[in-house]
């Protein structure tokens, strides 16, 4: 091992979701080829208080941790420590540019104030260090564009590698249990309840769907995500008389989640916005027919192997979602294209183009 590289990866966490799946999945996929220095920190639970560690601790420690040789800041979200290390030897992962045009919107509303505040604070920092990085990595060709237009970095600099799925363990599962909360014909979703997850639509779209199959069940899995999102999404359940139809699971660990994709009869995923869009990766590799959005970079993720409809078109949502429970022939022929799909992408194909960024950036030392 002839390299190292310093692995900034920003809060420390337990749990396995988009960020830090990818931040793990580089890490085992490389530590045997590369040394790794991997730097983290511990947060506070209270939202506003947790930008104390971030940016006052975070920058101080990764500096006094810092070895010779490439950096790597494993995350947009950290970008502002390179105000405290420099510039030098830097590549830093964006996975969107979501909370960029959220500030530029008239969406407290949506966001509620106090997530709003935090992201006032936070954004112009992070976005106007990343800017120092010598090279971005970004998670999809469409995060890609979003670097290049909204922060105006060069194009040349800017290397798209795509998220990857485990197939040793997101695969069709046989002889399995399915968790009591799957009954009859069921729909999953899997992620927060954030406005730009667009999960409003999906319950109203699930809504028509019951006049026409009554017996249809919907699933939640994953954490809220924002308070008020879950909040206005528990009133319009109420409010359409859905509450013993549709389950909310919360968070589920990452070795339990392909038995939840195994359960289910389809996945649904309407979000507005997706730097890559994990969760109908994985949904396609367990063999489980895909509905999504045709926004952002869902197309990119999705291809041909998926139904996809405008973010806003309850009505196409609805009747997708019908057409597919329906029509054994449709469903078998989206689980042979998404089963496909899924096989182009990988975590060992992204740790070996990371890999070669690494020794790009070593090189030029």
């Known amino acids: 091992m002839d390299m190292l590289v310093n692995y900034i990866v920003g809060e420390r966490t337990g749990e396995i979701f988009g960020q830090s799946r990818y931040q793990k999945s580089i890490y085992a996929h490389l530590k045997n080829k590369i040394e790794f220095n991997v730097v983290d920190y511990r947060g506070l639970k209270f939202p506003l208080l947790s930008l104390l560690p971030k940016h006052l601790v975070y920058p101080r420690i990764t500096r006094k941790k810092l070895q010779e040789g490439v950096v790597h800041i494993a995350s947009h979200e950290q970008a502002h420590v390179l105000d405290a290390i420099g510039s030098k030897n830097s590549i830093v992962t964006v996975f969107d540019v979501f909370t960029m045009h959220m500030l530029g919107k008239n969406i407290r509303k949506e966001y ?120 206005k999404l528990l009133k319009l359940i109420t409010k359409l008389g859905l509450n013993k139809d549709v389950t909310f699971v919360g968070y589920v660990p990452e070795d339990e989640l392909p038995l939840f994709y195994n359960s289910a009869d389809l996945f649904v995923f309407p979000s507005i916005y997706e730097g890559f869009g994990l969760p109908p990766l994985e949904a396609m590799a367990c063999g ?32 997708a979602m019908y057409e597919v429970l329906m029509n054994d022939g449709l469903r078998e022929d989206m689980i042979k294209k998404g089963l496909k799909r899924a096989k182009s992408f990988s975590w060992e194909k992204t740790a070996m183009k990371t890999l070669r960024i690494y020794e790009e950036i070593s090189r030029a030392r």
């Open 112 to 231: 509620g104030s106090l997530n709003y505040l935090l992201h006032k604070l936070d954004v112009p920092i992070w976005a106007r260090a990343l800017a120092k990085a010598e090279k971005i990595i970004t998670i999809s060709e469409f995060t890609k564009k979003e670097v290049v237009e909204n922060l105006k970095y060069p194009s040349e600099r800017v290397e798209a590698i795509h998220l990857g799925v485990d197939s040793k363990a997101y695969r069709p599962l046989h002889d399995f249990k399915k968790p009591n909360c799957f009954q009859g014909k069921t729909i999953l979703y899997s992620g927060t309840e954030d406005f730009r997850k667009n999960v409003p639509l999906l319950i109203k779209a699930f809504y028509k769907l019951k006049k026409k199959l009554p017996d249809v069940r919907m699933v939640k899995v994953g954490k809220a995500g924002s308070s008020l999102g879950r909040k």
């Open 288 to 319: 489980l027919p895909v509905i999504t959005s045709n926004a952002a970079s869902l197309p990119e993720v999705v291809g041909d192997a998926g139904i996809m409809k405008h973010p806003h078109d309850i009505d196409g949502f609805a009747d």
